[in-house]
């Protein structure tokens, strides 16, 4: 018998109630038992995406909802700016190449947010740049972009921003509307704590123009056939139906928390978990943190690949190893959607035991006392 | 208290051993507990595909996979034929407009399968036909297309033959490798007995050929991309993990079964279903019956829109109405999947109630008797 938890930065632990919820028989999804539902399932998105424009959804990964929102915007030859400070904004640059674009990159160092000065910059070289894409949080690297001076440099040209909060999205404070950005994408498996298999893109009235003048090929992801069978409150195509059951209970449980406590709780528990880590002498490897995730750098001696198997094989606990340039030389823990104090417990306790398992010298309980003293200050 | 039933072409009734599948706790999709699964997954799909060829796995509704056999297939300019004989061989002309081909149409009258000879003719006018595009079942109208005649004729010329079995598939044979099926495409919410979310494609050699050529844009529903990633028993993007649990457990009833008596539970049912129907003096509106569901032609006197209503508020059957041209003047039943002998009987007892209820002079009773008949006769 070992019991399992899971701390990745997504997929993220579900709830009973959202399991619960998905356990119902099918319905079909042209009735009117599911209408109000999917009604519903949108007002809460609304919320969540801090908007009052329509929330399309998606049967896809998060990366599906990406997709959309470079072939509904741009046409064949249109030069695009990708914010790349890890693994996922690179995505954006493989999309926009994938289609025949002319993506142009700007480069941030990892672990580091984006200096809004820069994008200000290339904007002005490049005034033929139509959209700026980048990430909420940086999912490879834990870091935060500021999104809030990002959009105010953006909305002030003829471009949009376009903002990947598939993994930052309710961790941190996103306001679409408030802030002018254009396009938010999302995916159910992370801090809207359902299980992966829905996508979702909002989209405003700068962007809808955009979406006018594209003429890149799309059919499943097309945001016009989605936004007309939306405001008819359903999709084009066979939803996910069980999943948008389970994300209907989801929204139902961040409305009664109010989105700004999940905010603060998320902001938190990563506060906690950072002063968790560097109470036991490790390094947070990101420059920027984001609430989203804690990246902690492996320490000297420690076998970075071996960790977060021994984290997973040994003591039950799952949680990301590094990516791409990063990969052995970072661990990923989130404390995400589903989560509470003693998942930070849970988490330390974990570092703690594992780095002593692995030969590494640890103050134990060191990592854990910390961050209970900082919960037990910060309420 | 109204107990519920669905009985329409898909979604279909989730068997309680899929429903509790799906309720496990989420793990890690690149973690050594869901390979295995996902392994497990691939070998019951090859199973049920009756291939040998790797069936890719997409997280998306089953029009995502059909428009994955356009774009990983064809190049801009390319010319395809769509089989036309309901609202899903639309769907193949609608995607090849989408992406800038140039679809040729061949018309069938609705309600019955095409002729083999008319594609073997279209081929030899038009020798750059490169991909044929059929449905197995046409949904929208109950057909079956004889997709042997197909591939027999198809398999001969250097064009491949691409079949959406999304809601044939398991309910009539389909011989993916021993009748040169080119391409097949599926989905999770028909006879596979599992939620909408996941979609299906089986690619043989002669279609990856045709795969390195192809030049129109893609990303998410990359083939390359995801047969690179199942050679490791993984997907390119996060997967539908529960889902896929769902999945998981549908295929090990399937596999218990045995896949022809799957397909001979269908015939048999589909048959039962046929004898009510003209019992009652009422017509089965297809010609090509196809043991996936059985379409009714409304009865004079009859109103077509309200009699699926009528069935659903009154009777708690959730059944089919017509879509495009046959919007009002048919019915469609389905017993698929997850059905057996009594599903039969519950649908005839809500078609014989409920024409009784709409002043439409009924035999009550007839219908089911002669069900019941059949059934004890052809066991």
New interface residues.
């Given amino acids: 018998m070992k019991k399992?938890y899971?701390v990745?930065p997504?997929?993220?632990?579900?709830p009973p109630q959202v399991?619960?919820a998905?356990?119902?028989?099918?319905?079909?999804?042209r009735?009117p038992e599911y209408t109000p539902i999917f009604k519903e399932v949108n007002e809460g998105l609304k919320y969540v995406f801090q908007t009052a424009n329509p929330v399309l959804t998606?049967?896809?990964?998060?990366?599906?909802a990406m997709?959309s929102a470079v072939v509904n915007l741009l046409s064949p030859g249109d030069k695009m700016l990708a914010i790349v400070g890890g693994k996922f904004g690179e995505r954006w640059f493989?999309?926009g190449k994938?289609?025949?674009l002319d993506p142009i990159i700007e480069n941030v160092e990892w672990g580091y947010g984006v200096d809004p000065g820069r994008i200000a910059e290339q904007l002005k070289n490049n005034p033929d740049i139509k959209v700026v894409y980048s990430t909420l949080c940086e999912s490879s690297t834990g870091a935060l972009m500021n999104i809030k001076a990002l959009a105010d440099t953006v909305s002030k040209t003829d471009a949009i921003l376009v903002v990947d909060a598939i993994s930052g999205l309710l961790t941190t404070p996103l306001k679409t509307d408030e802030w002018n950005i254009d396009v938010v994408v999302g995916?159910s498996?992370k801090a809207l704590m359902t299980?992966?298999?829905l996508a979702f893109a909002s989209v405003n009235n700068k962007a809808w123009e955009m979406v006018k003048k594209s003429k890149?090929?799309?059919?499943?992801?097309?945001w016009d056939k989605a936004r007309k069978n939306l405001e008819k409150d359903t999709t084009?195509?066979?939803?996910?139906?069980?999943?948008i059951f389970g994300l209907q209970a989801a929204l139902k449980m961040i409305k009664e928390e109010g989105i700004e406590n999940v905010w603060k709780r998320h902001d938190r528990l990563a506060s906690a978990m950072r002063a968790g880590v560097k109470a036991l002498g490790l390094d947070v490897y990101t420059k920027a943190v984001a609430p989203t995730l804690t990246a902690i750098s492996v320490p000297e001696g420690v076998d970075g690949k071996a960790w977060p198997k021994v984290l997973?094989d040994k003591f039950g606990v799952?949680v990301?190893g590094g990516q791409g340039d990063v990969t052995g030389k970072i661990i990923r823990i989130a404390q995400m959607g589903y989560a509470s104090t003693f998942d930070v417990t849970v988490a330390l306790s974990a570092v703690e035991l594992s780095l002593s398992d692995m030969g590494y010298k640890v103050n134990i309980g060191a990592g854990v006392k910390a961050a209970l003293e900082y919960l037990d200050q910060n309420k």
Wanted: no cysteine; charged share 10%.
């Fill in positions: 399992k899971i990745t997504g997929p993220v632990d579900v399991l619960l998905m356990a119902q028989p099918i319905i079909h999804h009735s998606f049967a896809s990964s998060g990366s599906g997709e493989d999309i994938a289609y025949g995916g498996q299980p992966p298999g890149l090929p799309k059919f499943y992801f097309s084009p195509f066979t939803p996910a139906i069980t999943t997973r799952t990301a």
